[in-house]
Each structure stands twice: as structure tokens, then as C-alpha cells.
């Protein structure tokens, strides 16, 4: 349910990946100016107060100047307000441009997993390529919005405040750092730790996406063979052990925390001890140690901050690793540069000594399809039969160019369909699956699919001419009525008839059946048949039958046997070869007889 780059989590920062991050923060970059001056000023007023604070107690509390101590606590007091306004403007920008930068990754990853040909899908599962679109963006967001910038601001404090505190006296600076090594020491405990535990939740959060994508999906059949506690009790296991990943976590972020906070204060009282000690004897005034006081304070937060943005960038390495690879697996069923024009006058179909094989879990190819080669005339009808697994809907995938077959061609008006605009190739069919996908929306919106140019009018028509308008005018609100996910509250006859709508109103040349009839009651298909007979008028039919009945009146019938095509005719010259078509003919009969 999860791929090995679902738990491997790589280097903690990849030059390479960062650069084609980068990338994405150009379109932004006069925002992200105003953000780095914004955290800059804000690091140079963080830097400020302390000193202010040293010069009010040696110089204007010491010598008891009430005016200068005011004039103090005027610039400390619109310090503390500019301060107010850079956190604001810094926050309100970096997170305006996380979620920029987030939309567009998300659309173009989206975008690219429309080209990708269904092989891709059948290498991997929907629920881990939902986590790229998902999971793994929010972590890039996360980068962008408080991380890649940011870090700038923590660096800048750190620099600035060992600056500061070594011009104010290196040697009380040497104190405060003493605790130093340690807090290097928790950090690397810290980052490695929380490293391991990150790959683990990382891919417990995959396979959650995965298992309930396919389970969700395939509840009927969970529910069919009474497999209710068994998925109850593996979702558990997945659900407990991101659990526990998350909770391991957080042991190390509890006491890690602590650790930083345990040495600032150690930190402190070493100040307060030697530094006070230091005062009594006038090598350091009372100011310097307040100030010191104040830096400490501050020098420990950029440290559990960059600790945090360490994890960010830990994070965000790993997923646009694998959001990139999304991105650089290469579309295969591409578009020619300069598409060449049908010629309306050759054959509509024609498949030319056509090979295909896939390859199996070893990398071996297994051919599906051997030598098949026939010519479908305009206007001419032609059924497909064969046994399960002798290609005959992979003739049809091949033809809409789903895949791309190893030999051969195949051509559509005499053009290769390797070299025709797959938009101008895949609009020429209508195609009408035994397993309907319905989409959510109205039952118009289902018969048009976004095709805004099909009025209203030609919706309705369509539906009447496959009547399917007796059914969608019991709807609640006929037409308007929202359909449930996947046509949940439609029966299989009803989702079929759409699909039959929805073909019409495209307007296809070339109609393709593949098993549209298989799942319907008799009722429903004699309703089909009526539909056909008006769908094939002036029409190129392709049709994929197991019931031989609904084929019998086709112009010609092409069988296949394990990949080959072994006989071709009509209905009656088949039976008279007395071959493949007869004994399948034979066997239908029987199953028909059985099922009466």
C-alpha cells in the first residue's frame, strides 16, 4: 500500500532539490524582499533592547536623569511597537506566499498526472500519488511559509546577539557560552532522532491514504464477504503504529525543549554568579549584566527555532523528492509537433500486424495481442469476441491510445495514431464502458462533462434517444438532480443508459461498446438495443460482446484467441467454419438455457 519512497526519507538538505524548489519563490520575489528587510529589522530591534536597556541603567538611572530615561522609554516603547508591525507584515507575507507556491504545485503535479498514461496507474496506487497531491505539498508549504526565509532571521539574530555580547565584554561572553557544547550535544541527539521518527510516520501516513482509498472504493465487496472486522483490525494495526510514530515524536520534542530551556536558565545563573561577582568588584557594570541577561534569553531561541526549521527542511527535502519524481516520470503517450490531416477517404480503422505485450512482476513481457491486423470500413460494424484474456479490450485501449502498442500501428483515416493530436484522435470516439464512472454533480453536468458548448436542449435529446429521459424524469429535480459519488443512489441499469447519453451527445464518428450491455437486466438491455439501433446510424461501430446475442447482427465479427486473431466473418459464415465462434456460440446457448 506504500512505495519505498514513501519511508525514505533521504539526505537532510539536496542542493539539487532546493534549486528546483527555488524556483517556485521567483514569481514572488518582490514579496519575499519585503519579507527578509521585514525580519531583518526585526532581528535589529530584537537586538536593541537590550542595549537600551544597558544605557538606561548605567546612564540615566545612575545619574538620576529623568529625561533621558524617558527619552528611553519612548524608543524602547516604539520599538516594542515596530516590533508588533514586523511580526505581523512578516507572517501575513510568508504565509500568503506559502500558499501561492502551494496552489501551484498542486497544479502542476495535477496536471501532469493527467498526461501520464494509464501504465503509470497501474503501477501505482491512487492512494499514494493522493498523498503527493496532499501530504506532501502541505510539507513544502510549511518550507516556504516559515522556513527557506526565515532561517535568514534566526541566523542574523544568533550573529548579532554573540557580536553584541562580545563587544559589550568578551569575558562574561565566554561565561554565557560555556554552555555551549551541550546545547550542540541535544541538538544532534535531537535532529537524528527525530529524523527516524519522521520516516516512520511518513510512511504510515501513506499507506492510512492508501488502504482507505482502496477499501473505501471497494466497501460493497467488504461488506459482501463479511470483511468488516478483519479491515477493522488492519486498519487499527496501520492507525496504532502512526500512533505510537507520532507519540515517539513527541517524547523527543518534550524533552529536547526542556533541555534548551534548562541550559538558557543554566546560562543565566552563571551570569548572575560570576558576572554579579564581577560587578561587585566594578569590572562590569549592573547595566552590561542585565543586558547579558537579556541576550541569553534571546541567544537560545534562534538555536530551538533553526532545530524546528531543521525538521521542516527534513520534511520538505523528502517530499519534493518524491513530488519530483511524480513530476520527471516522462509522458509517454505524447502529442506530434505538426499533426498530419486524416484523409476522410481511407478505411476509418485499421490495425497493421499490431504487437502488445505488459511486463510482468520479473520485467518479462507477456503479449496480450500477436500479429492482429483488420480494417474497419466507414459506417461498418464490427463485434469483437473471445474468451477472458484474449485482448479484446486491450484492442480497445490501444485504439484511444492508452497505451502504445510495440509493433506494428495502428491508424485512424489513414494517420498513425502515434502522430495525430490525441485530442482530434480521442474525440472521434465515443466510448461506453461496462463499469460507468460518474462523477459528482447533476445528472446534466454528467451527460456533458464540462462541454459547456452542449446546450441543455442536446442534453435532453440525447438522453431521449437512449431512454434514458423516462428514469431522469422521476428524479427529484429531474435533470438538476445531484448525483451521489460514483451514482451510488442509480441502479447499474441506470448509470449505463447515462453513459449512453453521454456518448450521443459528443457526437462521435466511431461508437465503441466495450461490454455495454453485460450488466443490465433484460429489460434495461432491450431499452439498450432500442438505443443502439439510433446510436449506429450513420455511425462506425466497435463493439466488445460476451453475450453473443447482442453481436450477431454486426456486418462482420473478429474472434480472438490468446492474443490472435483466428476468424473473421459474419454470424452465419462463422458457424459454418465450425471453429472458435461455433464452440463459443455453443457454450453461450447453453449458459442461456442454465440461466432460463
Do not use: C
Not at 516594542?80 to 505581523?88: D, H, K, R
Request: net charge neutral; hydrophobic share 50%; charged share 20%.
Amino acid at each position: 500500500m506504500s512505495g519505498p519512497q514513501d519511508d525514505v526519507i533521504g539526505k537532510a538538505y539536496d542542493a539539487r532539490l532546493m534549486r528546483r524548489l527555488l524556483v517556485y519563490l521567483r514569481p514572488h520575489l518582490p514579496a519575499v524582499a519585503v519579507a527578509f528587510v521585514v525580519i531583518v529589522a526585526g532581528a535589529l530591534v530584537e537586538l536593541a533592547q537590550p542595549w537600551l536597556t544597558q544605557r538606561a541603567i548605567d546612564t540615566y538611572i545612575a545619574q538620576k536623569d529623568v529625561d533621558g530615561l524617558r527619552w528611553i522609554a519612548t524608543v524602547f516603547f516604539g520599538l516594542l511597537v515596530a516590533n508588533f508591525v514586523f511580526e505581523y507584515v512578516q507572517t501575513v507575507v510568508m504565509q500568503t506566499i506559502g500558499q501561492k507556491i502551494m496552489r501551484a504545485i498542486r497544479l502542476e503535479v495535477y496536471g501532469h498526472l493527467q498526461k501520464l498514461d494509464l501504465a503509470f496507474y497501474d503501477r501505482n496506487p491512487v492512494g499514494r500519488m493522493m498523498t503527493r497531491v496532499t501530504t506532501d505539498v502541505d510539507a513544502l508549504n510549511d518550507l516556504f511559509a516559515s522556513g527557506v526565509v526565515t532561517v535568514f532571521g534566526d541566523v542574523l539574530a544568533l550573529v548579532g546577539i554573540i557580536t553584541a555580547m562580545l563587544w559589550m565584554n568578551w569575558r562574561l561572553a565566554l561565561v554565557a557560552f560555556v554552555v555551549l557544547p551541550g546545547i550542540l550535544a541535544a541538538t544532534q541527539w535531537f535532529r537524528t532522532n527525530v529524523r527516524e521518527s519522521y520516516r516512520q510516520v511518513r510512511g504510515l501516513v501513506a499507506k492510512i491514504n492508501a488502504f482507505l482509498q482502496e477499501h473505501l472504493t471497494g466497501m460493497s465487496t467488504v461488506q459482501l464477504f463479511r470483511q468488516e472486522s478483519n479491515a477493522f483490525e488492519r486498519f487499527d494495526r496501520i492507525n496504532r503504529d502512526h500512533r505510537d510514530a507520532n507519540i515517539a515524536s513527541i517524547f523527543y520534542y518534550a524533552l529536547f525543549y526542556p533541555i534548551i530551556e534548562t541550559m538558557a536558565a543554566l546560562s543565566a545563573a552563571l551570569i548572575i554568579w560570576i558576572g554579579g561577582g564581577w560587578a561587585g568588584d566594578g569590572v562590569v557594570s549592573i547595566g552590561v549584566l542585565v543586558a547579558f541577561l537579556q541576550y541569553a534569553r534571546r541567544f537560545f531561541q534562534p538555536i530551538s527555532d533553526l532545530s524546528e526549521k531543521f525538521n521542516i527542511l527534513q520534511a520538505a527535502m523528502a517530499a519534493s523528492e518524491r513530488i519530483f519524481t511524480v513530476l520527471d516520470t516522462p509522458v509517454a503517450i505524447t502529442n506530434p509537433t505538426n499533426p498530419p490531416h486524416p484523409n476522410p477517404t481511407r478505411p476509418v480503422i485499421e490495425f497493421d500486424h499490431v504487437w502488445f505485450s505488459y511486463v510482468d512482476a520479473d520485467g518479462e513481457p507477456q503479449w496480450v495481442l500477436k500479429d492482429v491486423s483488420f480494417v474497419v470500413q466507414p459506417g461498418q460494424r464490427i463485434g469483437i469476441v473471445g474468451a477472458t484474456g484474449s485482448g479484446k479490450t486491450t484492442i480497445l485501449s490501444l485504439l484511444m491510445r492508452f497505451y502504445d502498442v510495440q509493433r506494428g500501428r495502428i491508424l485512424v483515416d489513414g494517420v498513425d495514431i502515434r502522430e495525430m493530436d490525441l485530442a482530434m484522435l480521442r474525440g472521434t470516439f465515443g466510448l461506453v464502458l461496462q463499469d460507468v464512472h460518474l462523477f459528482a454533480g447533476s445528472v446534466a453536468s454528467n451527460i456533458r462533462l464540462g462541454r459547456d458548448d452542449i446546450a441543455d436542449e442536446a442534453v435532453a435529446a440525447a438522453a431521449r434517444a437512449v431512454h434514458a429521459d423516462a428514469f431522469i424524469g422521476r428524479l427529484s429535480q429531474g435533470y438538476a438532480t445531484e448525483v451521489a459519488e460514483r451514482g451510488a443512489t442509480l441502479s447499474v441499469g441506470q448509470k449505463q443508459l447515462l453513459s449512453f447519453a453521454r456518448a450521443l451527445a459528443f457526437e462521435p464518428r466511431v461508437l465503441v461498446l466495450d461490454e455495454a450491455t453485460s450488466s443490465v437486466d433484460t429489460a434495461t438491455e432491450a431499452l439498450i438495443e432500442d438505443a443502439l439501433k439510433v446510436m449506429m446510424q450513420h455511425r462506425t461501430v466497435v463493439a466488445i460482446a460476451h453475450r453473443l446475442s447482442t453481436i450477431q447482427d454486426m456486418d462482420r465479427i473478429l474472434v480472438l484467441h490468446k492474443g490472435e486473431l483466428r476468424e473473421s466473418g459474419t454470424h452465419q459464415e462463422l458457424l459454418a467454419l465450425r471453429g472458435l465462434y461455433f464452440r463459443l456460440y455453443e457454450l453461450s446457448r447453453v449458459r442461456e438455457n442454465i440461466g432460463s
